[in-house]
């Protein structure tokens, strides 16, 4: 089992910055890699940003320039840095962790943490 929480939500002017962070912990050993979703009201959940074991990261187009994912390993932690925030980056953000074990992909979710950002 893999244990998320999230950190760093919170409430943005337009143009701003927010960092989010995601501890976790349990079975990190075999966590192959750790992303953050967001989701906004009567939307569906969509994939901002993922890091793999190896680090290699991925990005949706709409926050390509604007957001960074990285994470620090000692901490065990993954961050995920918005600059020049949107009122269309508002949403309920979650963090998200793989696992791939003998063929079978394990997903584990945080609670999720809010980021408002006004106009």
């Known amino acids: 089992q893999v244990q998320l929480v999230e950190s760093g939500g919170g409430l943005v002017q337009a143009g701003g910055s927010l960092r989010l962070s995601c501890a976790a912990s349990?079975?990190?050993?075999?966590?192959?890699?750790m992303g953050w979703y967001r989701q906004a009201p009567g939307k569906q959940r969509e994939l901002v940003a993922a890091i793999t074991s190896g680090g290699s990261t991925n990005y949706a187009d709409s926050v390509k320039g604007r957001f960074t994912i990285s994470r620090d390993n000692a901490k065990n932690t993954v961050y995920l840095q918005m600059n020049s925030l949107k009122p269309e980056d508002t949403a309920v953000y979650y963090c998200?962790?793989?696992?791939?074990?003998?063929?079978?992909?394990?997903?584990?979710w945080g609670q999720g943490t809010q980021v408002t950002v006004s106009s």
């Open positions: 998200n962790a793989v696992r791939l074990i003998a063929a079978t992909l394990y997903d584990y």
């Open positions: 349990g079975s990190i050993f075999s966590i192959n890699a």
